[in-house]
């Protein structure tokens, strides 16, 4: 045979795609892995033509699963963010839309076992360290996809899989806010910058000359704001401490402005090249504790909530997004304890992923 198989699931997670792996069937070396994700993918061509990616990043991301040896955890989640177009892998940041499809991928490869009408995952992400507990709707023959939970960007309903994040401050620069400074100022542009599930650069729309509201397809098309952003960007990640800013997915970029539709405040996230279709499981996390945290770029923009845990919506380019976040205010800012969301997965593929025999011969 010319190619190597590899098993996967292909699976939605929240409203991102893609393969979900058994780690200890891929490459040990992280430079032979690359080779292979990208080749799985078909990274190198808008498009995706060769491979099984869809022309956008939030359809060229890799889930990588195995027993975990943490004493708290069941499952080791590694994530990777392929490129589009430039050949390239980030092993940096983790994806939280993406875990939300590790519990049903875990059982489903038979790394866990399926409980009663609900299964407890609890997800260690091998980027950050972040823990996560996942609640997986579950019968004696398996997941359950089916279910009434809609999530914006989405479309229909399906089963719930309820979320809760912890120990997710400071997994990428060790750090809430990693320049030290509640705002910073970059090419005469306000910013925050905060590290809670991911690392970001958030700035108010009005200070780029923009509403907040615009749509993602909007967003892509200004390219005096990317350009503008992208240096904004790189100041900020090395003042938080960042290296290879520029081909780098981290930081991440956000613009928060009032609200527009009944939620707490306006977000678009960036990805940062593109404008995301809807919201980041991880992004939402870190742009709900700006907002609550007194003193951000955020200050002034939403009533803020003296109920713990508080909810705060984000309303972004497809919807509305709902972060449940447990903290406490502090000198330095929030003690983020814990912060929850319900998004939805489900299979949508299983079999075997062809790769190259000249790019992987196997194990």
């Known amino acids: 045979m010319t190619q ?41 061509h808008p498009l995706n033509i060769d491979g099984i990616g869809g022309g956008n990043a939030v359809t060229t991301k890799v889930a990588m699963l195995s027993r975990s040896n943490d004493s708290w955890a069941d499952i080791d989640y590694f994530f990777a963010q392929v490129s589009v177009e430039d ?18 991928a875990a059982i489903e490869m038979g790394l866990i076992e399926a409980t009663g009408s609900e299964t407890t995952v609890k997800i ?17 023959d398996g997941v359950v996809y089916d279910g009434d939970a809609a999530i914006d960007g989405v479309p229909g309903t399906a089963a719930p899989v309820a979320l809760q994040f912890m120990d997710t401050i400071g997994g990428a620069t060790g750090a809430f806010l990693p320049t030290g400074q509640l705002v910073d100022v970059f090419d005469g542009v306000a910013v925050t910058c905060m590290d809670v599930a991911m ?5 108010r729309a009005a200070d780029f000359g923009l509403t907040g509201y615009e749509s993602a397809e909007a967003l892509n098309d ?29 930081p991440k970029f956000g613009l928060i402005a009032p609200a527009k539709d009944g939620g707490t405040v306006a977000a678009r996230y960036f990805m940062p090249w593109k404008a995301h279709p809807t919201m980041a ?14 003193g951000t770029v955020a200050e002034g923009m939403a009533a803020r909530s003296n109920d713990r845990p508080a909810t705060v919506t984000l309303e972004h380019a497809s919807g509305q ?13 929030i003690d983020l304890r814990s912060a929850g969301l319900v998004r ?13 025999r000249q790019v992987w011969a196997g194990r």
């Open 321 to 333: 997004i709902d972060v449940l976040v447990d903290y406490a205010l502090t000198d330095d800012g």
């Open 199 to 203: 690392p970001m650069v958030i700035a």
């Open 222 to 250: 200004n390219k005096d704001f990317f350009a503008r952003m992208e240096a904004v960007r790189i100041q900020a990640g090395e003042a938080m401490g960042m290296t290879d800013i520029a081909t780098s997915v981290t």
């Open 124 to 140: 260690n992400a091998v980027n950050t360290g972040a823990r996560v507990v996942a609640v997986v709707q579950t019968a004696p």
């Open 87 to 104: 050949r390239t892998v980030d092993f940096k940041p983790t994806c939280g839309n993406i875990l939300t499809g590790v519990g049903p």
């Open 4 to 44: 190597t198989a590899i098993p996967y699931r292909f699976m939605r997670g929240g409203t991102s795609r893609g393969p979900y792996l058994n780690r200890a069937d891929l490459p040990e070396d992280q430079e032979a892995l690359a080779k292979v994700l990208i080749a799985m993918v078909g990274s190198g």
């Open 281 to 294: 499981v991880t992004g939402a996390q870190c742009l709900a504790s700006c907002v609550l945290t007194p």
């Open 344 to 356: 939805t997965a489900r299979m949508l593929a299983r079999g075997e992923v062809m790769i190259p």
